[in-house]
């Protein structure tokens, strides 16, 4: 499991090494992540259906943001986790650390998701650390995640236009 996800993680940072445009020109980002089984809505599946055989499948979320300056962010998200739920988040990131080609940042996210596909519930996710590396087109990320778009760790590809 730890080759593969180095595998994955190599392969985001070698796709997000392209390009170089300044920052000011691309207000726009729109990305992919994957993350692991988010702990709340996992224990909630679990008394729901005290089946042994879990789903393992990672959660995938779509996520546009607007960049009202080059270190503040709004944006909302759509994650999906196999049929146990889909969740659609407002969310905001904070860029900590802007250097050309790395980026340090904070997201937090709120909105509401169905679990289960019919019992209406809180999504939350905060990502206090999260890095940004390639360049200002493509680029790929990781985060310690907390909340709905997983637990623990989420990474993803992204394109600034």
């Not at 070698?14 to 390009?19: K, P, R, W």
């Not at 909105?111 to 940004?132: C, Q, R």
């Amino acid at each position: 499991m730890k080759k593969k996800l180095a595998i994955i993680l190599c392969f985001f940072m070698v796709i997000g090494s392209f390009a170089n445009e300044s920052v000011e020109s691309k207000k726009n980002e729109i990305q992919l992540k994957f993350g692991m089984m988010p702990l709340n809505e996992l224990v909630l599946y679990a008394f729901a259906h005290p089946d042994p055989s879990m789903p393992l499948f990672p959660v995938v979320t779509g996520e546009y943001l607007y960049y009202l300056n080059p270190n503040n962010g709004i944006g909302c998200s759509l994650s999906i986790w196999s049929s146990i739920f889909i969740s659609a988040r407002f969310s905001y990131r904070r860029i900590y650390m802007n250097k050309e080609n790395i980026k340090l940042y904070g997201e937090f996210g709120i909105g509401a998701e169905l679990l289960l596909l019919a019992v209406p519930w809180i999504s939350a996710s905060v990502s206090p650390i999260g890095i940004w590396w390639g360049s200002d087109d493509l680029f790929g990320t990781a985060e310690l995640t907390i909340g709905s778009e997983g637990t623990v760790a989420t990474i993803g590809i992204g394109k600034r236009f």
